[in-house]
């Protein structure tokens, strides 16, 4: 975006009308614990002293149907939904800056490993969302950029019946709390071996990614309703 900046109308458009907030690692320990011990750890490393089990899903751990259908009450499951909402301090300093900042945002993104699909609204249930129309052009459009760049076929839809009905995750939360676009990433694998070949393995997903964000912004900017 910065490099572009003076060359891309489009990207000079974007950062000259809206503010971006872009938190790198949103589950810092997790993450770290997935390139030392765990290939695919998904969960929290906080502790549990009860199970000796560590982590929460922190993608069960919102306060939007906390602990329903997807999720469990087990603290050694992969999806276990925490003691109670906000329980992480991950979520919880994600979700109090959301709070914070909620008139203003227009759209929220989350970026998840993998399965090459972009995901929105519900998560918990099999309903369409109110703006729907808007919301499913904008991911629509979104994909094809994707796709342009090296020919891969993102899936996209609503996260229940596209993906599988989950309870207490980010992107329903976003929505339920007045932010209009609300979407998922679920990108392609490229591996923990990128410290052996970055530009090759990481380049490409990056690049073809950057493509759907682009267009889902310029989307916000036309004003559809």
């Not at 922190?58 to 603290?75: F, Q, T």
């Not at 342009?148 to 996260?159: D, E, N, Q, W």
Request: hydrophobic share 35%.
């Amino acid at each position: 975006a910065l490099q572009t900046y003076q060359t891309d109308p489009d990207m000079k458009k974007m950062l000259t009308q809206l503010y971006f907030y872009i938190m790198p690692v949103f589950n810092v320990d997790g993450y770290h614990f997935s390139w030392t011990n765990d290939r695919f750890w998904r969960k929290t490393r906080s502790k549990n002293m009860r199970f000796h089990c560590h982590g929460v899903d922190a993608n069960r751990n919102w306060k939007v149907k906390w602990c329903d259908e997807g999720a469990s009450l087990h603290p050694c499951d992969d999806t276990y939904c925490g003691p109670f909402p906000e329980s992480e301090p991950e979520v919880k300093a994600v979700a109090h800056f959301l709070r914070k900042h909620r008139k203003q945002i227009k759209a929220y993104l989350s970026f998840h490993a993998y399965a090459q699909m972009l995901l929105y609204p519900y998560s918990y249930k099999y309903a369409t969302i109110p703006n729907f129309n808007c919301v499913e052009s904008a991911a629509y459009n979104a994909v094809n950029a994707l796709q342009s760049a090296y020919g891969v076929r993102y899936r996209y839809g609503p996260a229940s019946s596209t993906l599988y009905v989950s309870s207490g995750s980010s992107m329903d939360w976003a929505y339920k709390n007045g932010i209009p676009y609300a979407f998922a990433f679920e990108l392609r694998d490229t591996g923990h071996f990128g410290f052996l070949l970055p530009e090759m393995l990481i380049k490409p997903t990056c690049t073809e990614t950057m493509l759907a964000v682009k267009n889902i912004t310029l989307h916000l900017l036309k004003k559809c309703h």
